[in-house]
Nanobody, 124 residues
Framework: VPLVESGGGGVQAGASRRPSCIVC????????WAWFRQDPGKERELVEG????????SYGDDVKGRFTISRDNTRNSAYLQMNSLQPEDTVRFYC??????????????????WGQGTQVTVAS
């Protein structure tokens, strides 16, 4: 099941971006979404996760208050609203979908499908 991301790009510090991720060609149910970031040479780490209903979310400490994950189950889509972007947010972001809605968001093994990644570059 392919996940397709869009909405990355280059911005100035302090600006906002809203990447999106959509499931193509299939309808998934009862799955959780997450956004991960991956710095070059490092493992992917969780940015934010959200469960199927949207009632439960998990945020990394460095994005709390700046980033907000959301989902639209009618569109099979997830979004990452990123505000007050800083140069240290320059990284490739990946969306992921896990079909078991476990509520455990940190581990990459919780997810069955991954997008190709979208690059965000923040200039100071």
């Amino acid at each position: 099941v392919p996940l397709v991301e869009s909405g990355g790009g280059g911005v100035q510090a302090g600006a906002s971006r809203r990447p999106s991720c959509i499931v193509c060609g299939s309808m998934l149910r009862n799955y959780q979404w997450a956004w991960f970031r991956q710095d070059p040479g490092k493992e992917r780490e969780l940015v934010e996760g959200i469960n199927w209903s949207g009632a439960d979310t998990s945020y990394g400490d460095d994005v709390k208050g700046r980033f907000t994950i959301s989902r639209d189950n009618t569109r099979n889509s997830a979004y990452l609203q990123m505000n007050s972007l800083q140069p240290e947010d320059t990284v490739r972001f990946y969306c992921a979908a896990g079909t078991h809605d476990t509520g455990r968001y940190d581990g990459i093994d919780e997810y069955d499908y991954w997008g190709q990644g979208t690059q965000v570059t923040v200039a100071s």
